[in-house]
């Protein structure tokens, strides 16, 4: 049997529980582990002598190794390329922000140089949305929450990781044990992440939103919305017949009342299709009851995947005037980072590249900051 990654932590803390270890003895044994992924487990001080035997027999540091590491010429972007223990691919895309260079409320922004992560939760994706490349793959299999957690690991050896976005390759409400296993564990020692600095996207999965904030509560939830009316998200979404707008909109009303926090709508521009006047009407209408952060995403090219066009900016600009004048709802354009590299929104699907090594890497310094935009 496949040992398992140290990082599922429900697997790790029945299998202490069962063989009568304290299990405050975990973060510990993960803290030790993120410092020296390549420790042996005689390395740990301090566990006790059953602790050993255990995770000798049944776990491993790692399950995932990091395959290759593209960086992309804006010199801000690097994605990474990580085998799993089955032998199957999934990518992760770090972006690096200085924030001191943007403007918050017209005045300049605290901070400095931040990290934001970019997660996989599947290998592939069955939603089949057909702007997306990673649909293009069909779906292999979920993550397990241990190599969801694995990604952060990898990335911070590359980068002091701040900010977390479930947007790589999968949709993460399709892999909801692992996908709460996994940040329970990114909020709690040793990594102790704010769950406020955490988006988890979803193209609108409507009985898991109903439950994400019980379970994670003060995550960030993203709606991969993309148009504004039924019709057009099922053209585009083919899995958006399942979930029918009026009750997806239903679901985040009631989302937003427990939570009292903005829902971040994602809103991929293409040409001729859900980028014309109406639309932004049409969109405006259907949000203006909510407290939402709309982000305008340039569609990015997919090679012969598809047939649709990137929007003129001529018509993302009026697109994001109608929304902010006429229904004052907060639009922003999203900065495209890594298209060269095809680490941009909609691009994440695996080709091998020739392998590079960690080291050969450029210090990171970033962030793509979408909770303070």
């Avoid at 040992?3 to 697997?11: C, E, G, I, Q, R």
């Avoid at 952060?152 to 390759?169: C, K, P, Q």
């Avoid at 909801?176 to 709690?188: E, F, G, N, Q």
């Avoid at 299709?273 to 109406?278: F, L, M, P, Y």
Wanted: proline fraction near 5%.
């Amino acid at each position: 049997m496949a040992l398992k990654s140290v990082f599922d932590a429900s697997v790790i803390r029945a299998e202490f529980d069962k063989a009568s270890i304290n299990t405050r003895f975990i973060p510990l044994i993960w803290k030790y582990v993120i410092q020296d992924p390549d420790c042996d487990w005689e390395d740990i001080p301090s566990l006790p002598s059953s602790a050993y035997t255990l995770l000798r027999s049944k776990f491993r540091t790692t399950t995932s190794v990091v395959h290759s590491v593209l960086e992309s010429n804006d010199g801000v972007t690097t994605k990474l390329l990580i085998k799993l223990q089955n032998g199957a691919f999934v990518e992760s895309v770090v972006m690096r922000y200085d924030t001191r260079l943007g403007k918050y409320n017209g005045k300049p922004r605290p901070g400095g140089p931040r990290s934001t992560l970019c997660i996989s939760s599947q290998v592939g994706c069955k939603m089949g949305c057909t702007f997306c490349a990673t649909g293009s793959m069909g779906f292999k299999s979920n993550l397990s929450s241990g190599e969801i957690v694995e990604q952060l690991v990898h990335a911070s050896r590359l980068s002091t990781i701040r900010n977390i976005v479930f947007m790589g390759m999968g949709e993460p409400l399709n892999n909801y044990s692992a996908l709460v296993d996994a940040i329970r564990v990114m909020t709690a020692f040793p990594f102790q992440l704010s769950p406020r600095r955490i988006t988890v996207s979803t193209v609108g999965i409507i009985h898991a939103i109903t439950k994400l904030h019980n379970d994670v509560p003060n995550v960030n939830l993203a709606v991969s919305l993309h148009a504004p009316v039924q019709e057009i998200r099922c053209q585009i979404m083919p899995a958006a017949r399942a979930f029918p707008l009026e009750r997806l909109m239903n679901a985040l009303q009631e989302y937003q009342k427990k939570s009292q926090q903005k829902i971040f709508i994602e809103y991929i521009m293409l040409d001729g299709v859900n980028d014309e006047e109406k639309h932004a009407h049409q969109l405006g209408k259907l949000l203006e009851a909510f407290q939402v952060v709309v982000n305008l995403i340039p569609f990015n090219p997919i090679g012969s995947l598809s047939h649709f066009s990137t929007s003129t900016n001529q018509k993302v600009t009026t697109f994001q005037k109608i929304l902010r004048d006429t229904y004052d709802i907060r639009t922003t354009v999203r900065k495209e980072m890594g298209r060269d590299i095809s680490g941009a929104c909609g691009q994440l699907v695996v080709n091998l590249p020739d392998k590079r090594s960690i080291s050969s890497a450029a210090p990171l310094t970033d962030i793509e900051d979408l909770h303070k935009q």
